[in-house]
């Protein structure tokens, strides 16, 4: 019996290690958008840089089943004023287009509810301040150590709103500072580091100058940065404006005379009718709030585990609701297969072990086969929709009482490509073991 709880013990621990929620492998890259593979955990500091500019704004770059895992995952909070209301307003309008079918949906009063973010906004209360105050970050302990909404969160956000045009070295210096402490206090609380709004000062103004200050310190040291001055730098199409003088209204000086008589956002607006929305956006224009929200969204992702690639033709992952389930309960499986041009085959046998429930296999689109159960099917063109999704459940049948890895493995074939395996690994009757919680001073 000894024996045998120690196996249990080995095994959870290694599961420990490789399992989130499920063990999720893939037959693409490591760099897949679909992947397993990322640069930053779900809770706590990156591992590499994140760094969220005007290249980040492409909603339809960001795969689905990122979006989901963000609104899964994360559980924000978001301290600003004015200006730091931009990338929330733009979420709105995402969140109320019916055409999405709630991918976007978001709370403001930091609820957890299934399939929506949780966003405490405007909490804590205020923004980043001048001249080297930081008591947002006390402001933030307290909220963090609270019970109730502060305690759950996992992401924290804090905008500015001038103040870093009025800044100096030393101001900047103590707010990153101050940020580097809390994730020193709260090292499984990620910490988005922002630049701040353009004030039409240019290339070599002080706010530019401070905002470089910012990027330079969170690229070298791994950090998580909103650039909020480089995404207003930007039209969609990369035109650049803060060499011409561009400030947060979006207007900026086209010939030089030392006036702002153009203003890019209603520009590029014009010349792309039914591209922008109407919202309303704090000191300034809608799709100033519509990129921001873009970007806010790739940020969500990137938190969440995705890469910031492109999908390459033929990815898949699979997962598994419960990573270490118990006799008799059920676990759905779910399989993403996206970015396929022709017909594609999925076969997915389940093993032994497990006993599929007859009726519970869907696909968001395609033809599924159950009958030959455990052998299941499902078959469908891609190339009009970008990804199919396809689930099914089970229950746990092992006759062992002792803990058991089982793997799950779909294979997908298609025309002229090499088949992929994706697959997803449980733990069954693993004991529950509390590991003693150590923290290390940096």
Not at 26 to 46: F, I, K, L, M, Y
Not at 231 to 236: H, L, M, Q, R, V
Request: hydrophobic share 35%; charged share 15%; net charge negative.
């Amino acid at each position: 019996m000894q024996t045998q709880r120690l196996l249990g013990l080995l095994l959870v621990l290694a599961l420990l290690v490789t399992l989130n929620r499920a063990v999720i492998t893939s037959a693409s890259d490591e760099s897949s958008p679909e992947g397993p593979a990322t640069t930053q955990p779900a809770d706590g500091q990156a591992q590499q840089a994140i760094i969220i500019d005007h290249t980040c704004t492409d909603l339809s770059k960001i795969p689905d089943y990122w979006i989901e895992q963000a609104k899964e995952q994360l559980r924000l909070s978001y301290g600003h004023t004015s200006h730091g209301s931009q990338p929330v307003s733009g979420m709105g309008v995402l969140r109320d287009d019916p055409s999405y079918g709630g991918l976007y949906d978001f709370n403001t009063s930091g609820a957890i509810v299934s399939g929506t973010l949780s966003l405490d906004d405007y909490t804590p209360s205020g923004d980043l301040g001048h001249y080297g105050d930081t008591s947002w970050a006390d402001r933030t302990r307290t909220y963090l150590n609270s019970p109730g909404t502060g305690s759950s969160r996992n992401v924290v956000v804090w905008s500015w709103c001038g103040g870093v045009s009025d800044n100096t070295p030393a101001g900047i210096d103590a707010y990153l500072a101050a940020m580097d402490q809390l994730e020193t206090e709260y090292p499984d609380v990620t910490f988005v580091y922002m630049t701040g709004h353009l004030d039409g000062t240019g290339v070599s103004g002080d706010l530019n100058v401070n905002n470089n200050q910012i990027r330079d310190y969170c690229i070298a040291n791994n950090k998580v940065l909103f650039d909020f001055a480089d995404i207003e730098s930007y039209d969609p199409d990369g035109n650049y404006y803060l060499d011409l003088a561009a400030n947060d209204y979006c207007s900026y000086d086209s010939d030089g005379n030392g006036t702002r008589e153009s203003n890019w956002a209603n520009e590029w607006c014009a010349a792309h009718p039914g591209e922008c929305s109407s919202c309303s956006c704090a000191h300034s224009r809608p799709l100033n709030c519509d990129l921001k929200a873009g970007a806010f969204w790739w940020m969500l992702a990137r938190l969440a585990g995705w890469d910031g690639g492109v999908a390459e033709e033929g990815e898949s992952h699979k997962g598994a609701s419960i990573g270490a389930p118990v006799n008799g309960q059920t676990v759905t499986y779910t399989i993403v297969v996206r970015d396929f041009t022709t017909t594609t085959q999925l076969t997915d046998r389940v093993p032994t072990g497990l006993s599929y429930l007859p009726g519970t296999l869907t696909a968001t689109m395609g033809t599924i086969t159950e009958t030959d159960a455990p052998t299941l099917r499902w078959s469908g063109n891609l190339s009009a929709t970008p990804a199919v999704t396809v689930t099914y459940a089970v229950t746990v049948s092992t006759t062992t009482t002792t803990p058991q890895f089982i793997t799950n493995t779909a294979f997908i074939v298609a025309p002229d490509q090499q088949p992929i395996a994706a697959s997803a690994r449980i733990i069954v009757n693993g004991y529950t073991v509390y590991l003693p919680l150590v923290m290390k001073n940096r």
